[in-house]
Every structure is written in structure tokens, then in C-alpha cells.
């Protein structure tokens, strides 16, 4: 897989003679831990790539789940994260708007993940939105995680953030 092109910039949609960027000058290095999304697009791609080839890496669904707002992880199901990458023959990506900043530390980025079904050529439309929480591990590092609106919370608007904000929910990730 190191030398063909990264799944996130595959695009059923466009017609480049460009030289397509490899996997592993794309997402490889994100997916091995040796370099973090810089923006909630980069987070995105990295994530549409392990979703394509967990078939071939199941250990890419970890990716998935570790790049997902840490208090929403231990409520993601693996099992079916697997399971629908695996049942999904992924056909390319299209990223249709990438907003880098709502507010202070919110992004959104809509996205059209193409994928091949008895029908044709379907497509998964999606916006999605990210946060980026400071780690107080790494000495202040920021870090992206996506926010997975598919995982039932149980705040209430008043509670702190689960992003850890420090504000409450209402006014930082429940606007989202």
C-alpha cells in the first residue's frame, strides 16, 4: 500500500493528471502515530483512509475510535465501525467545504464519501464537525478529534464540556 495513492485523495469526480499523493507521504504517518492533523480536514481524510482500509488493517479501526472525542469513545461499538468498512467498497472522496474556525476551537468539513452499491455509484454526504481539546499530557499540545453527533450524550446543557473546555456544554460542543 506504501506506494499507491492515498484513498483520501481519490475522487471519482475529477479528471487530474496530477501525480496523486502516495499513502505514505498522506495518511500513513497519522495512522502510525507518528504525526497528528494539523486541521480538522487533514483529521478527516486520515479518518476516510483507515475507514477504506481497515479490510486490509483491522488495527486502522483503533485509529477511528482514538480520533473521535475521547469522552465519546468508550461508547463507540469497533465491531460495527469494522464491519461497515469492511461491507462498504469505498470509491473515492470529495471534500466539498472545509470551515477552519467556528469559534475558538471548532471546524466543520462537508464531505461526500462515494461508494459502490448494487444501484451504481452512491454517495455518504456529511457534515461533520471537530474540536480541538488541549492535551494536558504533552505539554499544552492541541489535538483534533471528531465529534460524533451518532453518540448519545447524556449532558445536560448547564454540565461542563466533554471536551474539556472547561465551558459548559451549551455554549462550546452542544452548539454543534
Not at 502516495?22 to 492533523?37: I, M, V, W
Not at 486490509?56 to 465519546?72: F, M
Amino acid at each position: 500500500m506504501n506506494s499507491t495513492a492515498c484513498p483520501c485523495r481519490v475522487s471519482p469526480n475529477t479528471d487530474s493528471s496530477a501525480a496523486p499523493m502516495t499513502y505514505k507521504a498522506c495518511c500513513q504517518p497519522f495512522h502510525e502515530g507518528e504525526r497528528c492533523a494539523n486541521n480538522a480536514e487533514t483529521l478527516m481524510r486520515s479518518r476516510y483512509s483507515a475507514f477504506v482500509l481497515t479490510p486490509t488493517d483491522i488495527e486502522l479501526a483503533d485509529y477511528i475510535v482514538a480520533t473521535t472525542l475521547p469522552a465519546q469513545q468508550r461508547l463507540l461499538d469497533k465491531s460495527a465501525i469494522e464491519a461497515w468498512a469492511k461491507d462498504t467498497d469505498w470509491a473515492g472522496l470529495e471534500v466539498v467545504k472545509h470551515t477552519p474556525k467556528l469559534g475558538r476551537r471548532h471546524a466543520q468539513v462537508e464531505f461526500k464519501a462515494y461508494f459502490n452499491s448494487e444501484a451504481g455509484l452512491a454517495v455518504h454526504h456529511e457534515l461533520s464537525t471537530f474540536v480541538k481539546v488541549q492535551d494536558a499530557s504533552k505539554d499544552g499540545q492541541t489535538k483534533w478529534y471528531f465529534i460524533d453527533p451518532n453518540v448519545a450524550t447524556t449532558m445536560s446543557q448547564k454540565q461542563p464540556c466533554l471536551c474539556g473546555s472547561g465551558e459548559r456544554f451549551k455554549r462550546c460542543c452542544g452548539r454543534f
